[in-house]
């Protein structure tokens, strides 16, 4: 048998590929799709080859999405702690920051209290953002990355089935 036969009946196929990349002609293929198993190794046979390149490079694009949300959640939080005005000087006079810490000190009896929002900003713009902190801000970046790529691939497949 060729490389392009049908492995069922062996006539010469237009290349589509079950997910388990046994090959099959059209006609073979709806027929495999209509029972759901490949005939050759009983794994589903409802993907075809494009559907199996388009679930890889649509891993890849998750993948990618999760990446670029990490990073940049990383590389923005201690901008966006200094645009605030938790500085590694203190808290900026006339900042969001300092309206916090004033609310938060009128809430707590004239004091910051340890622990809370306020302190953890604080100390985060004074000394850096610990290892853990990093970590939680990729997890988060991560996650929002793959819901933001997720958006996507939904509106794009809707549209593309509004097209067929």
């Given at each position: 048998m060729a490389y392009r036969d049908c492995q069922l009946c062996a006539r010469l196929s237009d290349h589509c590929y079950t997910f388990?990349?046994?090959h099959f002609c059209e006609s073979c293929l709806?027929?495999?799709h209509r029972n759901g198993k490949c005939p050759i190794c009983g794994l589903s046979a409802k993907s075809s080859g494009k559907d199996t390149v388009d679930e890889i490079l649509k891993g890849l694009g998750?993948?990618?999405a999760?990446?670029?949300g990490a990073v940049g959640f990383v590389v923005a939080a201690p901008?966006?702690?200094r645009a605030v005005g938790f500085?590694?000087?203190g808290i900026a006079a006339g900042s969001m920051a300092a309206g916090m810490m004033s609310s938060a000190a009128i809430a707590n009896g004239g004091a910051v209290a340890?622990?809370?929002?306020?302190?953890v900003l604080q100390s985060a713009g004074a000394a850096g953002?610990?290892?853990?902190?990093?970590?939680?801000?990729?997890?988060?970046?991560?996650a929002v990355g793959v819901g933001v790529a997720k958006v996507i691939d939904t509106v794009t497949e809707e549209e593309d089935d509004k097209n067929e």
């Open positions: 388990c990349s046994h709806r027929a495999i998750y993948g990618l999760a990446i670029a901008v966006v702690l500085t590694s000087a340890a622990g809370s929002v306020v302190a953002i610990g290892a853990a902190a990093t970590a939680g801000l990729a997890g988060a970046g991560a």
